[in-house]
């Protein structure tokens, strides 16, 4: 499988950009880049997603690096509710179950 | 609101009990999934089903036992189990898991506590 390699934790400060990085190295061609997060004492909601391209949504932007071999999850505008576990995750067509690593906790500081 | 729904979402049950977990998604998937998650440790796969057929099962001990009766419905069978096996326990949907850029969707968790 595909393995990522994210920081165990970051800090951010309200109101400011985050972002958070993921080193996936080992990725094919078609193992598309998925992030979740798992806000305390609740199920992993989706952020975003992409294979090749930038990706932007209302919650966050992801930053694919051109050789594919790393990536950035930015959120423009940290709140505190933002304060979660970040997972960067690969899904391709021979590995294509969700499989979570340790993820990165994100403070936010007010 | 996910749309993945998970019931009950505390419970506690002794060593000798049979409890079981439900799990109802209204979103029109046809891949559902088990994920175990304990203290400190990340989430691990526990269970897939795709179109009501379980096509992972990842070393999971036969105290735990899955059950898919239509593509809306997860059940988690939990019969003697240890005070290890307490842990959150997550249910999920996506369309079509042979698409790796679908995305999956979780339910809020059972709360699991064996005594």
């Known amino acids: 499988d595909a393995k990522t390699t994210q920081p165990n934790s970051m800090e951010s400060n309200e109101e400011e950009p985050v972002h958070l990085p993921c080193n996936h190295s080992?990725?094919?061609?078609?193992?598309?880049i998925h992030w979740y997060r798992q806000l305390p004492s609740q199920g992993p909601e989706y952020v975003i997603h992409g294979l090749t391209s930038n990706v932007n949504n209302r919650m966050a932007s992801l930053a694919i690096a051109e050789d594919r071999k790393s990536s950035t999850l930015i959120l423009h505008r940290a709140t505190l509710r933002d304060a979660a576990v970040y997972y960067c995750i690969l899904r391709g067509f021979d590995n294509n179950d969700m499989r979570f690593g340790a993820g990165t906790r994100l403070t936010v500081k007010p | 609101e996910t749309g993945v729904t998970q019931t009950p979402r505390h419970l506690v049950m002794g060593m000798t009990n049979k409890k079981s977990l439900k799990c109802e998604q209204h979103l029109g998937h046809n891949a559902m999934y088990w994920y175990k998650q304990s203290a400190k440790k990340p989430l691990e796969l526990m269970f897939v089903y795709s179109l009501e057929e379980r096509v992972e099962n990842n070393s999971v001990p036969s105290r735990f036992s899955p059950e898919c009766p239509n593509s809306s419905h997860l059940f988690l069978h939990l019969h003697t189990l240890q005070p290890e096996d307490s842990a959150l326990y997550l249910c999920?949907?996506?369309?079509?898991?042979?698409?790796?850029?679908?995305?999956?969707?979780f339910g809020e968790g059972s709360w699991l506590t064996v005594v």
């Open positions: 080992t990725i094919s061609g078609t193992d598309y």
């Open positions: 999920a949907s996506s369309q079509d898991r042979r698409f790796p850029g679908n995305t999956i969707y």
